[in-house]
């Protein structure tokens, strides 16, 4: 994201304008999408004046302003933020809280049309051609009331929807008796239209792409699961008392939340915020089926001889009980090659035979473990699957190459990457090991991208002084004095930065023929049988390519990256 305060363009990346019309589809207002940093209102339609210029500022003033400029992330032009077109994007309290949801096909229509109106930034117009402020209309345009609404049929398939039309109308709502007249000619919401419990499918349009991207997840599918099947009275014999997908409130049975709207929350493993309310409020799967004061009625006590004490105290429920994923989700993502993202789907880099990545049957997945803290505040092995990330950064030693740990690797902007690739990979880049994905992979190639990375960007600047691309846990970079590239392993140098992001996971539970052990103890204790354990030999991809000639992957067993290692 862009700093507030910028001295040239080429230090510009995603402004606050920018997450307005894309990442604010999911980190939605309230905060960033309604005030700059110095707590103004980027645009106030009473006044018509921009928050700069409530502070005495000029246009001229906030030129490089992160808040109040904004950079064209192909051409890397940079123009003003036309938040007086836009408008501010205010809290969407019925975003959550309607009680009608709008479901077409599986999606999420109140988020389709919010998100394809905040995307339009300052394109939006009505039927007449006049322009709608995208950001102010977009809450509203989520809850149907619109006479006319059009999407931009040229944006690719899995890219985010974009409007061109929106006319605003309240006539739906009251027509379909969400809005009444209150008889002083305004409407008001009915109250049997707002809902206490959010349903799932109000909590499924933002979590959907994380949750499929990072983690495989199947939602609304009473195989993969063995509580949303349960919470809805899909399992018993009684098909009357089923609750359809359209009215579960499955999410918020294990993440309630209070008035503060701190919607309960574990410990999660990738950039967390307030760890002080990490857990607060959640039920944990030993909550709900362990004996205690929060012990759910409908939940099985575990009985089995596998739930002995030297298990539970070392492994999560998690770990046996999200045995292994069906759905797809993105294993890593080269950012370096071409400065657009190429993604790795688990299909690349791993397949239903634990032991063998090549096996040909890509059915299923296996995830990866790591020790956390429990809410009981035990370490124990959870089940996360591995984001492994390849870029470009800029390396700051300070002025001590001996001493790691003050050293500054900082992400290059992509837009910039961009201008040096022409979004292609560069002359004499070959795709080793014929995947149809070139990679960046050999030192020579890597060099040749060192050499073309210190060249300049459109405002004459550098790109960077000294580029390295961060891989597979290690640094490349050029040997002072050029000509060749070394590497280091950055965790051992004591360098902060990263290249493997571990993201939960934490639902899909499946039924317990499914668990691990279920097939027997051999499944992890290896010494049983003189064969490798599918759980604790298992090969974690960390690295997407190699720097060989045959670009292969690179993997870890469990054992090594755990150290955990029964008998
Ligand atoms: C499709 C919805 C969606 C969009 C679009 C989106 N995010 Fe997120 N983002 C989420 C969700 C949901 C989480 C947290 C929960 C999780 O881990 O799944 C999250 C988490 C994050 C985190 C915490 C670390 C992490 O990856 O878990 C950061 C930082 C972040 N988002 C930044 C951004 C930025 C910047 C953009 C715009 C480029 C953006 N997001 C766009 C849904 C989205
Ligand atoms: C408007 C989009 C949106 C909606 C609707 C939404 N979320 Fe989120 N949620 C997010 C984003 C974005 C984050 C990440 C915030 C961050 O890391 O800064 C998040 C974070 C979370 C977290 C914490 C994740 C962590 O990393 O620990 C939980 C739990 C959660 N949401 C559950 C829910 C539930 C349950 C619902 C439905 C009642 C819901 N969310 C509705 C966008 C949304
Ligand atoms: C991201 C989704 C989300 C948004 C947006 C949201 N809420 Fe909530 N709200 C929740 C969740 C989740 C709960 C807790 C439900 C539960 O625990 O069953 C809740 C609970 C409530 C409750 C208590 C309801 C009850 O029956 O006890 C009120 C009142 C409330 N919200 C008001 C608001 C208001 C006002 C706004 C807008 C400023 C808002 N909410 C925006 C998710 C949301
Ligand atoms: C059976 C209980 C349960 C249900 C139902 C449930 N969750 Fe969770 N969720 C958890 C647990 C447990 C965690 C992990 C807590 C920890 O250890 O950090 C979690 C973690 C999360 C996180 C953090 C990121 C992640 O995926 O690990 C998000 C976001 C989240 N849940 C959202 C949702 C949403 C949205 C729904 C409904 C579609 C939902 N959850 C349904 C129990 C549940
Ligand atoms: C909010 C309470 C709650 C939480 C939290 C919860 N469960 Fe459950 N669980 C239940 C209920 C209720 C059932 C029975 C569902 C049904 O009626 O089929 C169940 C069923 C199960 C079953 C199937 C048991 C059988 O005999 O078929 C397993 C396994 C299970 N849960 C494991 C877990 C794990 C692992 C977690 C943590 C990720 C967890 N549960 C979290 C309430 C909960
Ligand atoms: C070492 C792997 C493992 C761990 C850890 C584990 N389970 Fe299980 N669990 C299983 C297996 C395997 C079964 C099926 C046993 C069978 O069918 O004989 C099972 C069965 C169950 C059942 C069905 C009732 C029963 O006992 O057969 C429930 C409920 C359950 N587990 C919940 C949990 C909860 C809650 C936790 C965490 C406190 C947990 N399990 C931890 C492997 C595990
Ligand atoms: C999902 C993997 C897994 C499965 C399946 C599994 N174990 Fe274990 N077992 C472990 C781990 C991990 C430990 C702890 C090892 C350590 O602490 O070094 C352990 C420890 C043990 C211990 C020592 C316990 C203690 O109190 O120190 C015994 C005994 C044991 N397992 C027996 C079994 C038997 C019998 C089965 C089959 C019913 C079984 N295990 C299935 C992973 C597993």
Redesign the pocket.
């Known amino acids: 994201m862009a700093a507030k305060d910028n001295v040239r363009e080429s230090d510009i990346d995603k402004t606050s304008f920018w997450y307005g019309g894309l990442c604010n589809i999911c980190h939605?207002g309230?905060g960033f999408g309604e005030f700059d940093r110095d707590g103004e209102l980027y645009y106030d339609v009473r006044t018509s004046q921009f928050g700069y210029e409530k502070l005495g500022k000029t246009a001229a003033d906030v030129r490089l302003d992160g808040d109040y400029a904004e950079i064209n992330h192909m051409s890397g032009a940079l123009r003003a933020a036309p938040w007086d077109i836009t408008g501010v994007a205010e809290?969407?309290?019925l975003?959550?809280?309607r009680t009608e949801r709008a479901v077409s096909d599986g999606k999420n229509m109140n988020w389709v049309w919010r998100t394809a109106t905040l995307r339009s930034k300052d394109k939006l117009k009505d039927t007449g051609g006049a322009s709608v402020p995208a950001y102010a209309a977009a809450a509203t345009a989520g809850q149907g009331w619109f006479s006319a609404f059009a999407l931009n049929s040229k944006v690719p398939a899995g890219k985010p929807p974009m409007a061109t039309t929106l006319d605003i109308d309240y006539q739906p709502g009251v027509d379909n008796g969400s809005l009444k007249e209150d008889g002083a000619g305004s409407l008001r919401l009915d109250g049997a239209s707002i809902v206490?419990?959010?349903k799932d499918y109000?909590?499924w349009g933002?979590h959907l792409t994380p949750d499929l991207k990072k983690r495989g997840r199947s939602w609304f599918d009473e195989s993969s699961d063995v509580h949303y099947a349960g919470f809805n009275n899909l399992n018993d014999a009684d098909p009357t008392n089923d609750i359809a997908p359209g009215n579960s409130?499955a999410?918020?049975q294990c993440?309630?939340?209070?008035?503060d709207?701190n919607?309960a929350k574990g410990n999660a493993t990738v950039s967390s915020v307030r760890n002080d309310t990490d857990y607060a409020g959640l039920r944990t799967c030993r909550d709900c089926h362990l004996p205690g004061a929060e012990k759910h009625e409908n939940a099985p006590t575990p009985t089995s001889d596998i739930h002995i004490d030297g298990h539970l105290e070392k492994m999560s429920c998690e770990m046996c009980h999200i045995p292994y994923k069906t759905r797809s989700a993105v294993f890593a993502i080269d950012n370096a090659t071409t400065g657009n993202t190429i993604g790795y789907p688990a299909a690349a880099l791993l397949s239903a035979d634990p032991l063998d990545p090549t096996d040909p049957d890509k059915s299923r997945w296996y995830p990866s473990f790591k020790w956390k803290t429990d809410k009981d505040g035990e370490r124990r092995l959870f089940p996360i699957k591995l984001l492994l990330s390849v870029w470009w950064g800029d390396w700051d030693d300070n002025g001590t190459p001996d001493d790691g740990h003050d050293d500054t690797i900082t992400p290059i902007a992509l837009w910039r990457v961009r201008q040096i690739t022409g979004g292609s990979p560069i002359a004499g880049t070959v795709d080793d090991n014929g995947d149809g994905k070139p990679e960046v992979n050999r030192p020579e190639e890597i060099l040749a991208y060192i050499t073309a990375m210190k060249g300049d960007d459109s405002y004459g600047v550098p790109v960077a002084t000294r580029p390295v691309l961060v891989k597979g846990g290690r640094v490349w970079f050029e040997v002072p004095g050029g000509g060749d590239v070394d590497s280091f392993d950055y965790h051992a140098e004591g360098v902060h930065t990263e290249s493997s992001h571990p993201f939960s996971v934490n639902h899909n539970v499946l039924p317990t023929d499914q668990a691990l052990g279920a097939t027997g103890c051999i499944e992890c204790h290896y010494g049983f049988a003189e064969r490798p354990s599918p759980v604790f030999d298992r090969l974690i991809p960390i690295s997407p390519f190699d720097e060989t000639e045959d670009a292969r992957p690179k993997y870890k067993t469990v054992r090594q990256m755990t150290f955990l290692s029964p008998f």
Do not use: E, R, W
Not at 255 to 259: F, V
């Open positions: 939605p309230g809290p969407d309290c975003f959550c809280h206490g419990s959010p109000a909590c933002c409130t999410c918020t993440h309630p939340a209070g008035l709207h919607i």
